[in-house]
Structure formats: C-alpha cells, structure tokens
C-alpha cells in the first residue's frame, strides 16, 4: 500500500496487476468484494437504535482514517495502463450507507438480507464500498434477541481480507483520530490520456522482461522440487457438483465453534494449529456429503488457502497474498489422522511459497500490463474446462481473522463475526474462518444449484467436529 507520504502527495493510485484481477474476472454470478459481517449487541439499547442519519455521521467522523473509502477506480480505454484510485469529487456518504430492519424472525430472513447484499455488484465509478446495518434480528441461535448486524462490503480491487478488516477496525473504533491507514496501490502524479499513451511501450518492455525473468524462476523452482526441497501441489484434482458454471442463487451457513475447544483438539492431536482443524472440519464435511450423495471421487480433494506474503515481500498490492494449494486427504477415513495428514500438506505448502523462486515470480507478475490482464480474463471465461477434472483446487478455505474484543459501534459492543467468502467461476462452494474473543466462526457460501441444501452441509461441519470431541453451533 502507499505509505502516509503518497496518500498527502498523490491523487492517482495505480492498481498492481492481482488488483486489477479482481475488477476483470467480476461477473454478476461471481462478484469480487469482501463482506465482513459484525453481530452486535444492541438488544439492552431497546429502541434507541443507531439510525442512518447517526451511522452517517459515525463513519464521517472516520473518513480520513481510510482515505479508500473516498476515492474511486479510473480506467482508460482499452485499458492502455492500470486502472487508478482517485478522489472521488463527487463523493456522497449517503450512496454507501444503509439502516434497515430485519423483517421476521429466526436465521432464514437474515440470511436471505446478507446474501442479496454479497450478490448485489458494487459500482466502481463510485467509492468501492458500502455498510448495511440490519436491526431486529430476532429468534437467531446464538445471538441476543433485538441484536443488529453490521455488513462491511468492500471491492477486493481494494483490499484483501486483511486489508478490509483494518478499514472495519477504523469504522468500529470509538477513537476518531489515529494514523490513517495507507491509499491501496502505487501513488503517482495523476496522468492524462496522453501520459498513458506514451507509456505503452515502456509496459511492454517491462512485461517482456519480467517473463524473461520468470521462465528462469520457474526452472529454479522445478529444480527445488527435483532435489526434493519442496513438494509441487498435484496439477488436477477430481472435478466435483462445486466445480461447474454458477448460477445466481446463493446459499449462506453460519457455524459457531468454542474457542477452547478448538484449541483443546488443537493439543490433544498435538503440531497442529488452529487453521489445520478447520480444515479437517471442513474435509470430513465435505466427504461425507459427497458419500451421501454417491459422488465422493476415489482421489483426494484440495483447498485454495490464500496465505498473506506481508513480511515476505514488500508490495504496493492491496492483495498481498498467494493462494496455497491444500490437499484435504478426503481419501483418509479417520479424521484424526486425516488431520495430521493435512497438516503435512499445510506446512509443504508454505515452505515452497515461501521459497525464493516463488516469492519473486509474483514481482514478475505485477509487471503485467492491463490490457494483457483484461485480455487474459476474457478469455479464461471463454474457455471450456475438462469433463472430469479441475486445476489445483475443489474449493477455497480463507485462513481466520481473529479480533480482539473491544471493537463497537456507539455503545454496542460485537460479539461475533462472520466472513462472507466469494464465489468463483468454477468454485461454487467457499468457506472463511473468523474469530473474536472465544466465538470462532466458520461461514460457508454455496451456489444453490450445487448445494441446494446449505444448512445440511453445516450440520455435518458440526459433525466433523464432534468427532474429535468437540461441539458447534449453526445459526438457525
């Protein structure tokens, strides 16, 4: 991200290429932004609830804690340069802020709130982001009867899933000075028509450098795996229902787990983490649907585990990550040794991604140009996958976010939290950890025509996981 200095001397925020990924592959059945969801405990307020009027100016008085929020995407014709951030001069607070209620009681109607504001495209011409607070959430498992939700959406383009936890830090702080967070991208004197022009052949310079410079890195890195430094992830996996074309329907789960408990297996199995457990809860749930259905391949499932590259590589990116390739071993039957298995795989990931090879093809790949991105993305939703396999990955498992107790808006405090996660040409069924204090959530979105019966599937990641001795909670 650019630094204080850039944010007080720039104008124009040049979008890295994995930036602009996220504007070119978005689709109205795969939309690319984060909704990061706060459940707040405002049942004591009775109904001296916040309204739109006070939200407004709550996240007014924090503006300029996260300058983002104020700016824009510019973009050229045919994409001669990288799209930008600019100030959005026209910015009205009042086009990104939302207060409503929460018709009828119980999960479903929540539910059915949270999943059109995840499916709904943001408009780039405008600031990337909206907030919805949902009031009279009532009859809800685990939550305060009269409790509210805060939906923080923000466009991928411009934050990663820490990215967008530090700007809903800022909106859930009671301070309303502090150091403002860094602009995403590059900060640049703003350019004309013609500035980008002109600029053409020094891009392509650079690209053609760069793929110079990666085929090498690729022979180093083939050369690791042959001397046996690090194991490449298998290239196809079994094609599952998760892996076709998308349709529009959306279907949202919400499983709540203790904290000490999941800690408590943690030890119990011992060399394991956190993430690893989940994982498995997320393997043992998806083999068993897949038993029940008559459709569980004979050859291991995988996960994309987005793993943060911050402190590995400095980057002007606001997505700073490598997607990890997982092996979910849904081949092994006995979870506790499932476990273990897919904590091999978790840590052979991470030592090859962290290999030098690997760490400096992704400078390599920011040096592409955007029409060659644009281009790229035209063509990847034009092209007809293989009848019975997948690249790399079945689905996605997004590492936890864990936050420290204390984050409030007004005098309502949050007490849990729930990550929408995307849904990608190909991945219809997405999964995102997320933790504060000792509630730990793992949210679950599925195409509805690949699992028409989310709330079944939540029930066997709650299975999954008393099998190891512990017990969850789904939202209902």
Known sequence: MADRADTEAGGCYSLSA???????????????????????????????????????????????????????????????DSPAWVLATDFDLGEHVFVSEVKGNGWEPLRGRLAGIAARRLDLGKAPWEVHLLHGIR???????????LAVKIHHSACDGIGGADVARVLLDSRVEGDPLGMPGVGTARRSLRNALTSVPHQWRDYTEAKKRLAKLRVDAQAAVEAGEVVAPQPTRPRTRFNGKLSSGRGIA??????????????????????????????????????????????????????????????GSANNFTPMIVDLHTDVEDPVLRLKAINDSVRSEK?????????????????????VARSAAWLERRSRPAATTVQLSNTTVSNYMREAPGLALGDATVVAISCLPLLDRGMALSHMIASIGESLTLTVSADLAAMPDVDRYAGLLADAFAQFGGSAEVLK
């Not at 793993?307 to 590995?312: I, P, W």
């Open 254 to 315: 919400v499983v709540t787990f203790d904290m000490a408990e999941v800690r408590d297996v943690r030890t119990a199995v011992g060399d394991v983490t956190v993430n690893d457990v989940m994982l498995a809860v997320v393997a043992g749930a998806l083999r068993e649907y897949l038993i029940k259905e008559r459709e569980l391949p004979e050859d291991s499932l995988a996960a994309m585990v987005p793993k943060s590259m911050r402190g590995l590589r400095s980057s």
């Open 18 to 80: 994995l930036d602009t990924a996220f504007v070119y592959h978005e689709t109205d059945q795969a939309t690319q932004a984060t909704v990061n969801v706060y459940f707040l405990d405002t049942a004591r307020l009775g109904d001296d609830q916040m309204s739109r009027p006070e939200l407004c100016r709550w996240i007014g008085d924090r503006l300029a804690q996260a300058p983002i929020l104020t700016h824009r995407l510019r973009r050229w014709p045919f994409e001669i």
């Open 139 to 149: 009859g809800v498992d685990g939550l305060p009867d009269g409790a509210s939700a």
């Open 351 to 371: 030592a090859r991604k962290e290999l030098s090879p690997f760490v400096e093809s992704m400078d390599c790949a920011a040096a592409t140009p955007a029409w």
